[in-house]
């Protein structure tokens, strides 16, 4: 037979309700059958052409006969019994949906009517034969079971049920409606040059495999030509065919004699695939088949669209959810490596961060003195970890992933082991990413991550270990500049405070210094104690408005101004006034806050220590005797830096056995309790009446200890100094010898 290419009517729109020109193929027009039967044996005596078409036509259209010979099928369904009774009886029947099997066996076909049998009656009354009227509802019994099944599939396909599902169900709804046929959908491939298998639950999986994955062509069996010319393609005789050239043999084994194929289309136009009828003898469809054909493929077309919006929304969400997912693993990684202020610690916690989010292993190497050295490695087995610790990278070997990645500073990936020696056997290593860390663009070591299970990294695991070397990088060039400004500012802030205690006649000295913050600055308080040329002590404790450079600055100024003016000016008022002076003639680039200070000369006068001191504009010095009798200082005087001439008092104090000066700056006073009260004057003066006292390193442990309870351990937001000088009891003078007095 001949290939016949013609269809009826346009295809319409996917998803709208069945156009009625299909619903009229597919079930045309109810007709009433009529037919004049008389006697007992119920000759066809007439009837309209109807009934002979119910009855199937031919031979079968004529009258004269009796029905049972005409329409023998009807003696084994009770038909012929039905009409001997109204005769009999003389009183009519009817049936709804009488189920009615017409035709010769093995062209039987399945029929529905609506009938009604009247008795004939002569002028006397007699029954003289039966009157047979009907309706044939058959095509109403289709509708009403395809619309049904119809709705079913739309509400499959409105609860997104599985494409796999409702496009079985819909080929089976197909075979079960019209019988003798084998329904296959195939679906377009993402690339749009393919039909997929998609649904074929009566035709044999080797024929499914057969033409799983053909292309859409011109010439490719009925389906892909289809999907090619976007239209309908009725081939009535596949044996002989040239479309199934290529595929004669597979549709031969499976004995498919005839298919017509109708391509499935989107909306938009787009294809979607194509449904398929086959036969297994040579056959033309007739209307109501491309009517059908169209109808359900207009369905398919809406579960396809439906499942490609699913498909297309859940990988809309699961691209959000990764890139939720990647941005949390990077805050969270940021977080971490950002805590430990050590770089060493940092780069170690890069590697751990790698695995196994990122690979089973992993490696980071940097650059020390020139040479190449594994500072971390990673792994799930910490044998596999020390394996891979114990490989040491070559920096200028040309084969060495790690040299040339540190050389270039570009990332290299490979679905290979690396080229240079290493315990790649032992660790199953099949591939590996190599990221140079930078610091200013220049590299100072790489991190690297091992495939072990032959799958490549891909670019999702490539895009985030470059950010992750990236982040880690900057954290770590961080840990080093905090590293090195809080060592500068540490070696900075010790040159400006006393290296040792000194060993002072007559006194236990004690100091303490704390600074705010991290340190990571030089602080602006400071004190001193060195010994002058008569014999006496100087001692000294201030604070410097602001911190940095410019307050190392000043601190310098105000320790070596009264270091070398103490020495040939024998008046503390004169001491501080020389340093008053320094500040007020400094450049301003040197600075230009103002100071606090307390200055004093110590003497001691073996029995008890003579103290002359002057306070200007800084915490009051307290006297804490023995008793625990805390004192203090009345003595006044202005701060320094502010104005030439500074009015200053002298104070003087005498210290015996066990009482001490306590000299503290305002970071103290100032500290503050977690709920913002300061420590003050008074808490100062508390803490000091209930410190242990027999030295002066007991006295300002419990005052030190008193300060960081009330603050909850918080140190603030300005340095704390502290400085206390303790009499001790007069050592005896050997035997024979007798003691001295000083002046």
Known sequence: ??????????????????????????????????????????????????????????????????????????????????????????????????????????????????LVYEPRRDQGGIVTGVT???????????????????????????????LADVLDGMARVIEELVPDTLVSVLLADQDGAHLR???????????????????????VGSCGTAAHRRSPVVVADIAGDPLWADFRDPASRASLAACWSTPILARSGRLLGTFAVYHRTPRHPR?????????????????????????????AE???????????????????????????QTLRCLAELCVPALAPLCAVDVIESGRVRRLATAAADPEQAALLASHIPVYDAEDDAVARVLTLATTEVARRTPTGPGPWADLGVTGYLCVPLTDRGRPFGALTLFTTDGAPL?????????????????????????????????DLQTGLLLPDLPAVPGADVATHYHPAGEGLEVGGDFYDVFPLPDGRWAFLIGDVCGRGARAATTTALVRNTARAIARVLPDPRQVVQAVNT????????????????????????????????????????????????????????????VTPDPVFDVGRIDLHPGDSLVLVTDGITEARAPDGAQFDDEGLDTALA???????????????????????????????????????????????????PTG
């Open 458 to 490: 891909d670019g999702h695991a490539v895009h985030l270990a470059g950010e992750l070397a990236s982040r880690a990088s900057l954290a770590a060039r961080n840990a080093r500049q905090y590293t090195e400004r809080a060592r500068l500012a540490h």
């Open 287 to 315: 209307e109501s088949d491309l009517a059908l054909a169209r109808i359900f493929a207009d369905t398919a077309a809406l579960a396809i669209e439906r499942h490609h919006t699913e498909q297309a929304k859940a990988a």
């Open 582 to 641: 320094a500040l007020i003639e400094r450049p301003r680039g040197h600075g230009t806050g103002f100071v606090t200070l307390v200055y004093g000369h110590l003497d001691d006068r073996h029995g008890h220590l003579a103290v002359e001191l002057i306070r200007a504009g800084h915490v009051v010095p307290r006297v804490l005797r023995a008793d625990g009798t805390v004192i203090a200082s009345s003595t006044r005087g202005m701060l320094l830096g």
């Open 1 to 114: 037979m001949a290939r016949d290419d013609r269809v009826a009517g346009p295809d319409p729109a996917p998803g709208r309700p069945p156009d009625t020109s299909d619903l009229r193929a597919l079930f045309g027009r109810s007709a009433a059958v009529f037919a004049l039967l008389s006697g007992p044996a119920h000759m066809v005596e007439a009837a309209n052409d109807a009934f002979f078409e119910a009855i199937g036509g031919g031979d079968r259209a004529r009258t004269g006969l009796p029905i049972a010979r005409l329409v023998p099928e009807l003696a084994e369904q009770g038909f012929l019994d039905l009409l001997d009774g109204v005769y009999r009886t003389g009183r009519p029947y009817s049936a709804r949906d009488a189920r009615i099997v017409l035709g010769e066996a093995g062209r039987e076909r399945e029929a529905y009517f609506d």
């Open 690 to 740: 209930r410190c242990a006292r027999p030295t002066a390193g007991d006295t300002l442990d419990s005052l030190i200890a008193a300060v960081a309870d009330f603050t909850g351990g918080n140190v603030g937001e300005d340095d704390q100094a502290a400085l206390v000088l303790t009499a001790r009891p007069a050592v005896p003078p050997p035997p024979g010898l007798a003691a001295v």
């Open 132 to 162: 047979v009227l009907g309706v044939e509802v058959t095509q109403v019994k289709h509708a009403q079971r395809l619309t049904a099944e119809h709705r079913a599939l739309l509400e499959q396909i409105a609860r997104e049920a599985p």
């Open 318 to 344: 699961a691209k959000e959810k990764a890139a939720r997912d990647d941005l949390a693993f990077l805050l969270e990684a940021g977080t971490a490596l950002s805590r430990d202020l050590d770089h060493t």
């Open 197 to 219: 298998h998609g649904a074929a639950p009566s035709l044999p999986d080797f024929y499914n495999r057969a033409v799983d994955g053909i292309a859409i062509g011109e010439g």
